[in-house]
Structures are given as structure tokens and as C-alpha cells.
């Protein structure tokens, strides 16, 4: 079971994986301004309670922070107070995705150790650029669980260098959806299983993009469609 968990809500472009970001395009439909970073009401919603029962279940993951970045400099002051919920519910799992990884050292909170066991903590990268980038400091900090998320895939990435199977547990890799989506080429999808399947690291097409070229043919896929596509291609490593 999973359920999310978005304490503040905004963002701000940080690199081409960000252009066509889905919460800008959910914001620009209601008339919501994306690059202000606010705390959203169901900021306390790990810790509350409906008869003396937690409201999130035990044993849920916990998808956090899908609505903005967990990391990002303006949620600082609030930062802390989640990472303190975090600890507090051991029988959760918290995963948050980060194009901003280069912040994470300095906001980790002093009782983290080697990594608080219910955190997973994955780093997204869109090209070989941002891959570079960011890989490597991310495989150099104290972490218990991390995930590499190729999404949305603008090319071709070699992962060969950072796929060491004792701190990478996944990979997952898909296109990009919504207005304006740029290509993803199932080769490049390709390219990244076989490097999981050569370092013996889990590997999911999590969905085909709006825009998937195979084979040299380019296919316009409905946002319906696409994680039931990328499921059919059965090319998950697990």
C-alpha cells in the first residue's frame, strides 16, 4: 500500500528535466503560482490521529514531497519538523526524489547517521549531464536506501560508472507526458536496463513518455496509456 505526503507545495526550475514539470502545468490550470513555496495544510498528516489511530496506516510507503522538491532552500525552516515525523513513524516507509541532491548534506538532520532506515531517497537525472552531475555525490552520502530516476529520459545515459549494486537499489527510466513532452527513445530505455542487468541492480520502465520513438517510428501515446505500455513491454528487471 503507498499513499503521499506533499508538506509544502512549489517550485523553481533547476535543469532541463524540469521544463515541462507536471505541477507547473496542474498550477497553471488553476491559476496557482508554481515558484511560491508554501507549507500545505496536511503538513502534520503523519503524526495525526482519528480515534486514537494514526490516519497513515502502518507498513504504507510513504511518497513525499511530489508536489514540490524535499530539498528545495525555501522549505528549510520546515524541514527539520518532517524529517522529526519521519523518525517518529518507524513503521512507515518515506521516498522522496530530488533534482537537488547537492543540498542534502548540509540539511540532514544530526541524529541521521548512516541514514534513517525508512527513508529512501532517490535522485532524479534526465541526461548524461545531470548524471554526472549529480551521481556522484549522491553514492558519496550517508544513505540506508537510495534510487536513481532517469525521468523524464531526454537521452541517452551511461549509468556503467555509478551502479554499484551495494549502495544503488533501483533504477527506473520513462518519457516525458503532458503538453509540449519531448521524445524519449526506447533505446535509450534500453541502454540503461542493460547497464542494470550487467551490475545486477533492479530496473523499471515506470511509463513510455507522450512521445516514444521505436525503431525509428514515433508513437503518440495517451497519458492513459502510458504505464500500462511501458508495463507491456515487460522489460522490468526485478
Request: charged share 25%.
Amino acid at each position: 500500500m503507498s499513499v503521499s505526503w506533499n508538506p509544502w507545495h512549489g517550485c523553481r526550475r533547476v535543469s532541463e528535466g524540469c521544463r515541462n514539470c507536471y505541477v507547473y502545468r496542474i498550477d497553471g490550470k488553476h491559476g496557482r503560482e508554481s515558484s511560491a513555496v508554501t507549507l500545505n495544510a496536511d503538513f502534520l498528516l503523519p503524526l495525526r490521529e482519528s480515534k486514537g489511530v494514526f490516519k497513515m496506516e502502518s507498513g504504507e510507503t510513504v511518497y513525499t514531497c511530489f508536489s514540490s522538491d524535499f530539498l528545495i532552500a525555501d522549505a528549510d525552516e520546515w524541514r527539520p519538523d518532517a524529517w522529526r515525523m519521519m523518525k517518529l513513524r518507524p513503521d512507515l516507509h518515506f521516498v522522496f526524489f530530488t533534482k537537488r541532491i547537492e543540498r542534502l548534506q548540509a540539511v540532514l538532520p544530526p541524529d541521521w547517521g548512516d541514514g534513517y532506515e525508512n527513508v529512501t531517497v532517490g535522485c532524479t537525472c534526465e541526461n548524461q549531464d545531470r548524471a554526472d552531475a549529480r551521481l556522484p555525490i549522491f553514492l558519496s552520502l550517508p544513505l540506508r536506501h537510495r534510487v536513481i530516476v532517469c525521468e523524464p529520459l531526454l537521452g541517452p545515459i551511461d549509468l556503467r560508472p555509478y551502479l554499484d549494486r551495494a549502495k544503488i537499489e533501483s533504477v527506473s527510466a520513462g518519457g516525458e507526458s503532458g503538453d509540449g513532452a519531448r521524445v524519449c527513445d526506447y533505446d535509450w530505455i534500453l541502454g540503461i536496463r542493460a547497464a542494470c542487468a550487467e551490475a545486477d541492480v533492479r530496473f523499471f520502465y515506470h511509463q513510455t513518455g507522450a512521445l516514444l520513438r521505436r525503431d525509428g517510428t514515433l508513437y503518440r501515446i495517451p497519458r492513459r496509456h502510458q504505464h500500462e505500455q511501458a508495463s507491456r513491454a515487460g522489460i522490468d528487471l526485478h
